[in-house]
C-alpha cells in the first residue's frame, strides 16, 4: 500500500519512558507507561530530560526532512534513562513508542561477539582438533572442519583464520552478500529431480559456500566488512552449544539475564508475541509514479507491485515529469511504499536482531557499567572493546581520528572522549548506537526506512552528544550536509553507471558481437546461484537538452536470494556492461550499487560465461556464472 506523506505536525507523536537502573526498578513498573515522570538512580543529582520539546521540534523536523515515517530514541545517563517516539511506526495512524519494536541490523553483531566471549570465558568449551581450550585465537576450522572449506590456494586461510578474526572483519574476505540465497541445492534448470532436492538455505549452507568464494585480501592484512564471517561464527557458536538455536543462547545468557524482553532473532517470534508491535518498513519513492500505474496497483490491493514495475525508473524525477507528460499522465512525486517483513533467518549472528530502544538501552547501560553488569565477566568486557583493526582515514570524519574496528564494535575518540557504537541497516529499518564509557553516556535510534533512518539517526544522535558535552555550534560536525551529499549521489548512481565504471572505455564504443537475444538465459555459480537474464526495450527520453540515453537492454530479477535484488545491463563497449543494482522491494537506489560484468563468448560462437566484479565497499573478486 502506498502513503502519501503527512504534515509535519500530525507524523509528530511521543510516549515517553523514563527508566531507573536496578535499584528503583520495582517502583517504576508501578506506573503506566504514559505517565511514567523523569526520576533519579541513587547518587545522582536533579537531571532535566533531553527529549524535551525541542528536541521533539528537531525529531520532528527531521523526520520530514530525511522522508522517515517514525523513529525511537533513548538515552543513557548515568543511573537514568529516557526514551521517546516520534512519528508512525504503521500507516495510517499507529505512532511509535519506546516499546515499538525494529529491525536493528548489524547492531547485531555485538550480541555475536558476546555470546562468544561468553563461551570463552566459561572454560566449559574447547577445539574439536587439539582439545585446547576455546580462546578468541581459535581457528574456525577446529570448530567446525568440514564446513569451513576454503577454495583451493586457500589452505593457509582455511587453517588459521580464527574467531578474532572473523569477529573483526580482518579475515581477508570482502561482503559477499549477493550470494546469501534463499534456497540451496541443485542448480535450477537441472533436472526436476534435482531441482526437488533444494531446501531453505540454513547459516550452515551459507559456512559451506564460502570454498566457492574468493578472498579480496590476505588475512589480517586489510579491513574488510564480510556479514558471512559473522554467520561463520553463529555457526560455530551453535555447533559448541550442542545444536542449540543462537537466539535461545542469546535469550539464556543475555537477554534474559538484562530484561531484554522483548528483543529476538526472528521477526517471526516477534510478530507472534502477544502485545508486541513490530514497525512496518516503509521506502520513499523519490520518482513518483503516475496516476495510472497507482489506480492499478490499488485494484490489485497491495504494493508489491509498485515495487517490481518501478525498479527500471531510474532516470530520476525531472526525467519522470518528463516521461509522464509525454503520455499525458499525472505524476505523483513521492509518498511512502510499504515492504514486506523479511524472514533474515540466515542473517543470524551477522543482522538477524529485532528489538526496540528500551531493550538497548539495558544493553548499552551494561557496557557502560562494567564493574556492576556481571552478565559480562571483566575479561570479556576488556576483549570486545579491544581494537583489532584499523579503518581507513574517511572513517574518522566527525571524530578525532579515524576508527578502529573491536569485536562487533567501532571505536574511537571524540573531543578526547572514548567512544564506542555500530550502525545498522535493513531492507527498511536502520538502527544507530552510541556509547561514551567514561561518561557513562549512550544513545540509541531506530527507525523505519532504510538509509535514511541512519541519516535521521545520527542527526539525532549528535545533537544529543553534543549537548552533552558542550561542543560549541560551530565545533560540531555537520552529520546532515554529510547525509545529504550521500544521498544526492546515490540518486543519481544510476545515471552515471558507465562513466564511473568505465571511464577509459572506447569512443565510439564497440559493437557487441551478437544479438541482444543471444545473451538471454540463466548463468549459475555455486555460491551467487542462478542470474536468469532477459530483456528490456525501449529507451527513456531525459530532460530537455540532454539527447536521448538508452536504458538497460539486459535485466535480471534476483527473487530468489536473501536480498532481494534487480540487476539491470548497460552496454558500455563490446562485451563489457555496467550493471545497475537496486533492492527489489525498496526500488529508490538509496540501497543502490554498481558491477562490472563481460559475457564470454566462447569458440562455437555463443555465449558461455558472465563474468561479474561486485564493488560493495571495493572490489568483491570476479566470479564467473556458467550458462546452464
Given at each position: 500500500m502506498r502513503f502519501l506523506p503527512c504534515p509535519p505536525s500530525s507524523l509528530f507523536t511521543t510516549a515517553s519512558l523514563t527508566l531507573l537502573g536496578t535499584v528503583l526498578a520495582q517502583k517504576q513498573q508501578q506506573q503506566p507507561l504514559g505517565e511514567q515522570k523523569v526520576l533519579l538512580g541513587e547518587g545522582d543529582s536533579v537531571r532535566k530530560s533531553p527529549l524535551d520539546a525541542?528536541?521533539?521540534?528537531?525529531?520532528?523536523?527531521?523526520?520530514?526532512?530525511w522522508?522517515?515515517?517514525?523513529?525511537?530514541?533513548?538515552?543513557?545517563?548515568?543511573?537514568?534513562?529516557?526514551?521517546?517516539?516520534?512519528?508512525?511506526?504503521?500507516?495510517?495512524?499507529?505512532?511509535?513508542?519506546?516499546?515499538?519494536?525494529?529491525?536493528?541490523?548489524?547492531?547485531?553483531?555485538?550480541?555475536?561477539?558476546?555470546?562468544?566471549?561468553?563461551?570463552i570465558a566459561s572454560g566449559n568449551f574447547s577445539s574439536s582438533q587439539d582439545g585446547s581450550p576455546l580462546s578468541w585465537r581459535t581457528p574456525i576450522s577446529h570448530l567446525i572442519r568440514d564446513d569451513f572449506v576454503l577454495q583451493e590456494g586457500y589452505e593457509w586461510a582455511a587453517a588459521h583464520l580464527t574467531l578474532e578474526d572473523a569477529l573483526s572483519h580482518r579475515t581477508g574476505f570482502p561482503r559477499h552478500d549477493k550470494a546469501l540465497s534463499r534456497f540451496s541445492g541443485p542448480a535450477d534448470g537441472e533436472s526436476r529431480q534435482q531441482q526437488q532436492q533444494q531446501h531453505?538455505?540454513?547459516?550452515?549452507?551459507?559456512?559451506?559456500?564460502?570454498?566457492?568464494?574468493?578472498?579480496?585480501?590476505?588475512?589480517?592484512?586489510?579491513?574488510?566488512?564480510?556479514?558471512?564471517?559473522?554467520?561463520?561464527?553463529?555457526?560455530?557458536?551453535?555447533?559448541?552449544?550442542?545444536?542449540?538455536?543462537?537466539?535461545?543462547?542469546?535469550?539464556?545468557?543475555?537477554?534474559?539475564?538484562?530484561?531484554?524482553?522483548?528483543?529476538?532473532?526472528?521477526?517471526?517470534?516477534?510478530?507472534?508475541?502477544?502485545?508486541?508491535?513490530?514497525?512496518?518498513?516503509?521506502?520513499?519513492?523519490?520518482?513518483?509514479?503516475?496516476?495510472?500505474?497507482?489506480?492499478e496497483e490499488e485494484e490489485k490491493g497491495g504494493f508489491f507491485g509498485v515495487a517490481k514495475q518501478y525498479y527500471w525508473n531510474h532516470f530520476g524525477a525531472a526525467d519522470a515529469d518528463d516521461e509522464f507528460e509525454r503520455k499525458g499522465e499525472k505524476k505523483e512525486k513521492g509518498g511512502f511504499v510499504e515492504v514486506p517483513f523479511s524472514n533474515l533467518e540466515v542473517a543470524s549472528g551477522a543482522g538477524g536482531i529485532v528489538s526496540n530502544v528500551l531493550d538497548y538501552s539495558r544493553w548499552i547501560r551494561c557496557l557502560i557499567r562494567e564493574d556492576a553488569c556481571t552478565v559480562l565477566p571483566a575479561e570479556a568486557h576488556r576483549e570486545l572493546k579491544a581494537a583489532r583493526a584499523v579503518l581507513g582515514p574517511d572513517s574518522g570524519k566527525?571524530?578525532?581520528?579515524?576508527?578502529?574496528?573491536?569485536?562487533?564494535?567501532?571505536?574511537?575518540?571524540?573531543?578526547?572522549?572514548?567512544?564506542?557504537?555500530?550502525?545498522?541497516?535493513?531492507?527498511?529499518?536502520?538502527?544507530?548506537?552510541?556509547?561514551?564509557?567514561?561518561?557513562?553516556?549512550?544513545?540509541?535510534?531506530?527507525?523505519?526506512?532504510?538509509?535514511?533512518?541512519?541519516?535521521?539517526?545520527?542527526?539525532?544522535?549528535?545533537?544529543?552528544?553534543?549537548?552533552r558535552i558542550g561542543v560549541p555550534e560551530e565545533e560540531r560536525f555537520d552529520?546532515?550536509?554529510?547525509?545529504?551529499?550521500?544521498?544526492?549521489?546515490?540518486?543519481?548512481?544510476?545515471?552515471?553507471?558507465?562513466?564511473?565504471?568505465?571511464?577509459?572505455?572506447?569512443?565510439?564504443?564497440?559493437?557487441?558481437?551478437?544479438?541482444?537475444?543471444?545473451?538471454?538465459?540463466?548463468?549459475?555459480?555455486?555460491?551467487?546461484?542462478?542470474?536468469?537474464?532477459?530483456?528490456?526495450?525501449?529507451?527513456?527520453?531525459?530532460?530537455?537538452?540532454?539527447?536521448?540515453?538508452?536504458?538497460?537492454?539486459?535485466?535480471?530479477?534476483?527473487?530468489?536470494?536473501?536480498?532481494?535484488?534487480?540487476?539491470?545491463?548497460?552496454?558500455?563497449?563490446?562485451?563489457?556492461?555496467?550493471?545497475?543494482?537496486?533492492?527489489?522491494?525498496?526500488?529508490?537506489?538509496?540501497?543502490?550499487?554498481?558491477?562490472?560484468?563481460?559475457?564470454?563468448?566462447?569458440?562455437?560462437?555463443?555465449?558461455?560465461?558472465l563474468r561479474m566484479e561486485f564493488l560493495e565497499d571495493g572490489s568483491e573478486g570476479v566470479i564467473g556464472f556458467d550458462r546452464i
Open positions: 525541542g528536541f521533539g521540534t528537531f525529531a520532528e523536523e527531521a523526520l520530514h526532512r522522508h522517515v515515517p517514525g523513529i525511537a530514541v533513548a538515552v543513557v545517563d548515568g543511573d537514568s534513562t529516557w526514551a521517546e517516539g516520534y512519528g508512525i511506526a504503521t500507516f495510517p495512524s499507529s505512532p511509535v513508542t519506546p516499546s515499538t519494536l525494529f529491525y536493528t541490523g548489524s547492531t547485531t553483531k555485538a550480541f555475536t561477539a558476546a555470546i562468544t566471549s561468553l563461551l531453505r538455505s540454513t547459516v550452515r549452507d551459507v559456512v559451506r559456500s564460502l570454498r566457492f568464494l574468493p578472498m579480496a585480501a590476505e588475512p589480517r592484512v586489510a579491513w574488510r566488512y564480510c556479514n558471512l564471517m559473522f554467520m561463520a561464527v553463529s555457526h560455530a557458536v551453535e555447533t559448541l552449544t550442542g545444536g542449540a538455536w543462537l537466539g535461545a543462547t542469546m535469550r539464556e545468557r543475555i537477554w534474559g539475564p538484562l530484561g531484554m524482553a522483548s528483543t529476538f532473532l526472528s521477526v517471526e517470534e516477534a510478530l507472534g508475541t502477544p502485545g508486541v508491535e513490530v514497525a512496518r518498513g516503509y521506502y520513499w519513492d523519490y520518482f513518483g509514479v503516475s496516476g495510472k500505474e497507482k489506480e566527525g571524530y578525532d581520528a579515524p576508527l578502529a574496528y573491536a569485536l562487533g564494535w567501532l571505536l574511537g575518540t571524540y573531543k578526547g572522549r572514548r567512544v564506542f557504537t555500530h550502525g545498522g541497516g535493513m531492507e527498511a529499518h536502520g538502527a544507530e548506537v552510541y556509547f561514551f564509557p567514561d561518561l557513562a553516556y549512550g544513545v540509541v535510534t531506530l527507525a523505519n526506512t532504510a538509509v535514511t533512518s541512519n541519516m535521521a539517526g545520527m542527526e539525532l544522535a549528535w545533537r544529543l552528544i553534543n549537548d552529520w546532515a550536509g554529510s547525509s545529504k551529499k550521500t544521498l544526492d549521489e546515490q540518486l543519481k548512481l544510476a545515471d552515471t553507471a558507465i562513466e564511473k565504471l568505465y571511464p577509459d572505455r572506447a569512443d565510439p564504443p564497440l559493437p557487441r558481437a551478437l544479438p541482444l537475444q543471444d545473451y538471454v538465459g540463466t548463468y549459475f555459480h555455486p555460491a551467487y546461484r542462478n542470474v536468469t537474464i532477459e530483456l528490456v526495450d525501449g529507451t527513456r527520453k531525459r530532460g530537455k537538452g540532454e539527447g536521448k540515453e538508452k536504458k538497460g537492454e539486459l535485466k535480471a530479477i534476483r527473487d530468489d536470494m536473501e536480498w532481494q535484488m534487480t540487476f539491470e545491463f548497460r552496454h558500455a563497449s563490446g562485451e563489457f556492461w555496467a550493471v545497475v543494482i537496486d533492492f527489489l522491494n525498496t526500488p529508490n537506489m538509496l540501497n543502490g550499487q554498481l558491477a562490472r560484468a563481460e559475457f564470454v563468448v566462447g569458440v562455437g560462437g555463443t555465449v558461455d560465461q
